[in-house]
């Protein structure tokens, strides 16, 4: 683990989807000396490879945010080798890689490919650093073996906000059908109840690898977040001892005006600008079946316990 002085300090967003990671990285691009750049582990592919567009509406290519920080972690973002970092997120950021990457002391093969990995992360980091001038990048990834790669950078100071929501909220919003304005309105995958709650357990338990190794880790409740957004806001960045005040510039307690990113991937929200009234998305508790709820339950029963929903 690293972070040393002028290192780039990465805020990162762990967890599973439809857990509120968007809504959370939006309100932290508020506040003054951070800069959002969305799920960087999507950038080689969506971006790099397909020219997506970012979230300033601009297609990848031609965001001047971007090819800055390209031009200047790459030279240009055609000498990034997207095939070699596809073949190296196979060896060492998939969650069944885990047991080897997330070892304090990695044999010498992991090692090297974890190190050649998470180099173009750092690259992307820095020049983006140094673009934006911002003290604290948020990095919205949220897969967990992607943070443990990081983890292992001697010159990067990783630290990472852990966002949870209850597990029959989010199996209903992966029930639904969301289109990716990004790719021409194809839709998000949708998962059954029983397979987005056993990625939910999967995707919150294997946080504690981050703390293994020694990473800063702290939890953030999506109800929270949404019910007292300043105050769940400052209690995650005190906990995380992220430096100056996290001054959320709330038009009231629950609306902010939302101005444009360069979030290079994620969920549509992204993309929405102008005053947002911030309001809980429990529509769940009345349109979920009592069977699909049961289901969820019984097989989310642990951690809805320990995360307080139960």
Not at 32 to 59: F, I, K, M, N, S
Not at 132 to 152: C, F, M, N, Q, Y
Not at 245 to 257: A, G
Not at 293 to 305: C, E
Request: proline fraction near 6%; charge should be neutral; aromatic fraction near 8%.
């Amino acid at each position: 683990m690293g972070g040393q002085p002028g290192d780039p300090l990465v805020l990162y967003i762990a967890g599973w989807g439809r857990s509120g990671s968007t809504l959370a990285e939006r309100l932290l691009a508020e506040i003054d000396g951070v800069t959002l750049l969305g799920e960087v582990v999507h950038l080689w592919e969506r971006g790099v490879r397909e020219d997506q567009l970012c979230a300033c509406q601009c297609p990848f290519h031609q965001c001047p945010f971007w090819s800055e920080v390209g031009r200047l972690a790459f030279d240009g973002w055609e000498r990034v080798e997207v095939d070699r970092i596809a073949e190296l997120k196979s060896q060492v950021d998939r969650q069944r890689r885990l047991p080897r990457t997330v070892r304090r002391r990695p044999d010498a093969a992991t090692r090297a490919a974890i190190e050649e990995y998470a180099g173009w992360f750092r690259a992307v980091y820095a020049a983006a650093q140094q673009v934006s001038g911002a003290r604290i990048l948020v990095d919205s990834s949220k897969e967990i073996p992607t943070a443990v790669t990081l983890s292992h950078l001697e010159d990067l100071d990783l630290r990472v906000l852990h966002i949870v929501r209850d597990a029959r909220g989010v199996a209903h919003s992966w029930a639904k059908v969301v289109a990716r304005p990004e790719a021409d309105g194809e839709p998000m995958p949708r998962f059954s109840p029983a397979r987005s709650t056993a990625l939910w357990m999967s995707g919150n338990l294997t946080v504690q690898g981050l703390a293994w190794r020694g990473v800063p880790v702290t939890r953030l409740r999506y109800e929270d977040l949404v019910a007292s957004p300043a105050e769940a806001v400052a209690g995650a960045w005190d906990a995380l001892g992220l430096p100056g005040r996290p001054e959320l510039p709330m038009v009231d307690d629950h609306s902010i005006e939302l101005h444009p990113s360069h979030s290079v991937a994620g969920n549509p929200m992204r993309f929405r600008t102008g005053i947002t009234e911030l309001r809980a998305d429990d529509a769940w508790r009345t349109r979920m079946s009592r069977s699909d709820r049961a289901v969820v339950t019984a097989i989310a029963w642990p951690l809805l316990k320990r995360f307080g929903y139960l």
